[in-house]
Nanobody, 116 residues
Framework: QVQLVESGGGSVQPGGSLRLSCAAS????????MRWYRQAPGKERELVAT????????NYADSVKGRFTVSRDNAKNTVWLQMNSLKPEDTAVYYC?????????WGQGTQVTVSS
C-alpha cells in the first residue's frame, strides 16, 4: 500500500521556520522524483520545490528561492522541506508528491499558517 505521510506543519509567526517531513512507504522511493506543492484557500495548487531521485538536483518556485530547501534521504524513504523566513503568503496546505513514469502519488497534506 502506497503511503505518503506529511508532518511538521503548524502555526508560526512571520520570519519563523518550519521543517516539513514526508515519509514514504509502499514503493521504491529512490526511483521517484519528489515534489512539494502547496495550496492556499481559493488558489490553485502551486509547485514549490522539486528534488531529483539522487537528491543532487533541486528546483524551486521563485517565491520561495533562498528561503526553502528541499532534501531527501533514500535510506530513510523521507523527503523534507526546510522553510525559513516564512511570510504570511506562505500560508497553505503543503502536499508531498512522488512521481515516476505513470505513477503519481500524493500525501494528505499538512497545514502551515504564518500569522502574527
Amino acid at each position: 500500500q502506497v503511503q505518503l505521510v506529511e508532518s511538521g506543519g503548524g502555526s508560526v509567526q512571520p520570519g519563523g521556520s518550519l521543517r516539513l517531513s514526508c515519509a514514504a512507504s509502499g514503493f521504491t522511493f529512490s526511483n521517484y522524483a519528489m515534489r512539494w506543492y502547496r495550496q492556499a484557500p481559493g488558489k490553485e495548487r502551486e509547485l514549490v520545490a522539486t528534488i531529483s531521485t539522487s537528491g543532487i538536483f533541486t528546483n524551486y518556485a521563485d517565491s520561495v528561492k533562498g528561503r526553502f530547501t528541499v532534501s531527501r534521504d533514500n535510506a530513510k524513504n523521507t523527503v523534507w522541506l526546510q522553510m525559513n523566513s516564512l511570510k504570511p503568503e506562505d500560508t497553505a496546505v503543503y502536499y508531498c508528491n512522488a512521481r515516476y513514469r505513470k505513477d503519481d502519488y500524493w500525501g494528505q497534506g499538512t497545514q502551515v499558517t504564518v500569522s502574527s
